[in-house]
């Protein structure tokens, strides 16, 4: 599956940007569709319009912790996890600058109302292309470290 293609496609069709990376990849990580948007649904807009994480990136890491996180704490999982999570973000902050929502939409917090979804919004809003490089990133990382 082209998971890229899909999570924008599913970013076109409202859901917010964490949403489009976990239900895009529901295929790889068992759960379904419906599940992982709600799991994904709280980091829209960079956690609730915060305007803080990236929901492309909240989502990423959502699912890179659905197939390698750890499960028991003192057997070395934080160590190796976190290092693969800075590995992911890392990437993706060398394309585009930053992880951080406010300063990649160059926009402060805003009220919890989502943006109307109109053909200016997907004019203007870059987050289309931030969703495709997060399945992009995600695949290649996939690919390169079967689980």
């Not at 980091?43 to 659905?66: D, I, K, P, Q, T």
């Not at 292309?129 to 995600?138: C, E, G, K």
């Amino acid at each position: 599956m082209d998971h890229s293609t899909y999570a924008a496609e599913l970013f076109v069709k409202g859901y917010n940007c964490a949403q489009a990376i976990t239900v895009a990849f529901s295929d790889v990580t068992g759960l379904d569709e419906k599940l992982s948007a709600k799991l994904a649904s709280s980091f829209g807009g960079g956690m609730g319009r915060m305007r803080e994480v990236c929901g492309a990136v909240s989502g990423m890491l959502m699912v890179a912790g659905l197939l390698y996180g750890y499960e028991e704490p003192l057997k070395g999982g934080p160590l190796e996890h976190y290092s693969r999570v800075q590995e992911l973000a890392g990437k993706f902050k060398e394309q585009v600058g930053s992880i951080v929502c406010r300063e990649l939409l160059k926009n402060p917090p805003s009220d919890p109302n989502p943006t109307p979804r109109t053909e200016e919004f997907y004019k203007v809003r870059p987050c289309a292309r931030f969703v495709v490089l997060a399945a992009q990133i995600l695949d290649t990382y996939i690919a390169e470290h079967p689980f």
